[in-house]
């Protein structure tokens, strides 16, 4: 079981350029795997963690809404957004500049095959870094991802998730909201869920701006503790 993580920070980069990097690497790890059960090899799995902060984008799963967008081509062009129909599970979200954007692609093989535990552990990762930040991160059932305040009327997203997994390998991932502009959440239904307000780390607290890597390296730190992962830095990476 390989367990060392290839970190690599993107910085900000296109979202279709992005999601065609993770379906090259999450490719090489399914053929890897594919080739080990047919030769009876056993040849070592990458794991992969990439950072980044894509333009405006709205990106739809493949269970989602279309009718969760709320404005046109025209609309989104005005706001210099994209949109892209995309592979992942959930409804409609949003990734834009000021939100720290996470893609861990792993050989579940290496870690544990649990889905659910997957998700819970990303979870987990987010509510232990806001909890550094003096807030209480917390699941909402039946909601992936991390929220504030729930059961209460003030119950408001920080971090939304949504992920793909196939022969244990996953892509995509999770962003969690630190300088991100809200008024863009306005344009659709975050997450098909009505009714429920959208957050973001730096006004929670009050500040014009968090330091998106300090937030990064606080991320890594508990991943790393709840992966039993060994992170390995690339040349692209912080």
Not at 173 to 183: H, R, S
Request: charged letters at 25%.
């Amino acid at each position: 079981m390989n367990k060392k993580v290839i970190l690599e920070n993107l910085g900000r980069k296109d979202y279709k350029e992005t999601w065609d990097y993770q379906e090259m690497l999450f490719k090489q790890i399914v053929d890897t795997k594919i080739a080990n059960r047919r030769s009876g090899s056993e040849l070592e799995t990458p794991n992969y963690f990439l950072f980044v902060e894509h333009p405006h984008v709205y990106t739809l799963g493949k269970s989602g809404d279309i009718n969760n967008l709320l404005v046109d081509d025209k609309v989104l062009k005005d706001k210099n957004a994209t949109f892209y129909k995309i592979n992942r599970g959930g409804d409609i979200t949003y990734h834009g500049p000021g939100q720290v954007v996470g893609y861990p692609i792993l050989d579940l093989d290496n870690f544990f095959t649990d889905i659910h535990k997957y998700l819970r552990f990303l979870e987990e990762m987010v509510i232990l870094t806001l909890a550094e930040y003096g807030l209480k991160g917390q699941r909402s059932e039946g909601e992936t991802g991390v929220w504030l305040d729930v059961g209460t009327p003030f119950a408001r997203k920080i971090c939304a998730m949504g992920v793909r997994a196939s022969r244990w390998v996953t892509m995509h991932g999770f962003a969690l909201n630190v300088n991100t502009d809200l008024g863009y959440f306005d344009l659709m239904i975050p997450c098909g869920i009505k009714d429920k307000a959208v957050t973001s780390l730096n006004v929670e607290l009050g500040k014009q701006e968090i330091s998106m890597g300090e937030v990064q390296q606080k991320l890594l730190k508990h991943f790393q503790t709840l992966f039993e992962a060994q992170l390995e830095t690339s040349k692209a990476a912080i």
